[in-house]
Each structure stands twice: as structure tokens, then as C-alpha cells.
């Protein structure tokens, strides 16, 4: 079975452009989530996607934005990128996400850096 | 919003040495998963833990769940340099998971 792929791996984009990061999930997983690393920040939950429907979100601006497709891929897109946008995205997926516990799995990340 | 207080920050031993990392939060898991992370790659779910009590080993690791369901601890016996990499604790309910800062273990040949 395939794992989680995202693309691209590594980007460099300047500030004020914008940019859009594509998860494929695991086959059968309907849940992607997304979360920004950085060394200060440490992992940082973005937003979470179920049946193409946001099901939750962290605590970033709106620049921040995401959705998901019928077949579970999910794009997430930041608009007028800023130095601090800098990071490693990573993508999640995970069969349901149900409350109780969810046991997700990674893809490789796309390396973000802004100039 | 819930917190979790993972140590050492990094820890850096000789291979076969033994050792313990430690995540720690404010309010009950409904569950905690510990993840490890190698660099240029994302986590990799290792274990899950769901009852209070709970020990779970995985070959040369033994993770165990605090009885109040506020900590758990990860024990590596006889360290490997294969063992280098982040160490994340997250609280995964909610339909969000939430990680500790991680413990970064580096393990000398």
C-alpha cells in the first residue's frame, strides 16, 4: 500500500507570492491533516479534512487556506507568503479521524522556504 | 487549550546506554501516540496508548501510560545510532492531535 505523498518536496518562493502544497492520502483514508514545523514552533495543527468538509482548525491566519477533493486529496494554499511562513508542511491522513483516538501517518513533508 | 511538556529537550548518549523521555501534560489524554521523527521525513507513528496503566513494548522500546492518564514515559534499552531522531508525544482527540515540542536523541557510535 502506497503511503501519504506530497508535492512538491521542496519549494522556494519569495514574499507576497503564494502557494499551493497537494497531499495524496493513504487508498481508503478520508481524513487529511495538515500542520506546520518550524524549529521555534516545534509541529503546529493548520486544519483537518474530512468528506470534503473542514472539520477543525488551528490557530493561523486566513492567509492559511485548504480544502479536499472527492477523491481525498487535499491542497493547502498561503497566500502573500511572509518570512515567517518558512517550514516543513506535513500532510496526515488517517482512515476516519474519530474522536477517541487517531492514529495518523505521515508524508515526507514539502520544504517551504520564503524569501 | 491542553499542553504537553516533553524532556529532556536532547539528550545525546553513547551506543548501549540506556534511557527515558518523559511528556508530560496539563490536563487527561484521551489518548497519547509517540511518533518518531528522522530528519527530511515526517513522524512515524510508533505506539498508542489509550488506558491508564497501560505498558506497551515495541523490541527495544517500553512505553508506559500514567495511571491519571496525565503522562507517559518512553524507555530505550541498549540504544542503537539507528535510534537517532525528534521524539514527539501527541494527544490525538478531537478530530486534531496535538504534539509536545519532542525530546531530540542523538546516539553516538
Known amino acids: 500500500k502506497a503511503g501519504v505523498t506530497q508535492t512538491p518536496r521542496y519549494l522556494i518562493k519569495t514574499r507576497g507570492q503564494q502557494v499551493t502544497l497537494s497531499c495524496s492520502p493513504i487508498s481508503g483514508h478520508r481524513s487529511v491533516s495538515w500542520y506546520q514545523q518550524t524549529p521555534g514552533q516545534g509541529l503546529q495543527f493548520l486544519f483537518e479534512y474530512f468528506s470534503e468538509t473542514q472539520r477543525n482548525k488551528g490557530n493561523f491566519p486566513g492567509r492559511f487556506s485548504g480544502r479536499q477533493f472527492s477523491n481525498s486529496r487535499s491542497e493547502m494554499n498561503v497566500s502573500t507568503l511572509e518570512l515567517g511562513d518558512s517550514a516543513l508542511y506535513l500532510c496526515a491522513s488517517s482512515l476516519e479521524g474519530a474522536v477517541g483516538y487517531n492514529e495518523q501517518f505521515f508524508g515526507p513533508g514539502t520544504r517551504l522556504t520564503v524569501l | 487549550t491542553q499542553l504537553l511538556e516533553q524532556s529532556p529537550q536532547f539528550l545525546s548518549i553513547q551506543e548501549g546506554e540506556n534511557l527515558t523521555v518523559y511528556c508530560n501534560s496539563s490536563s487527561v489524554f484521551s489518548s497519547l501516540q509517540w511518533y518518531r521523527q528522522e530528519p527530511g521525513e515526517g513522524p512515524v507513528l510508533l505506539v498508542t496508548?489509550?488506558?491508564?496503566?497501560e505498558v506497551k513494548k515495541l523490541k527495544r522500546l517500553t512505553f508506559q501510560f500514567g495511571d491519571a492518564r496525565k503522562d507517559s514515559s518512553l524507555h530505550i534499552t541498549a540504544a542503537q545510532p539507528g535510534d537517532t531522531g525528534l521524539y514527539l508525544c501527541a494527544e490525538g482527540g478531537g478530530f486534531k492531535t496535538i504534539f509536545g515540542a519532542g525530546t531530540r536523541l542523538f546516539v553516538k557510535a
Open positions: 496508548v489509550v488506558t491508564g496503566g
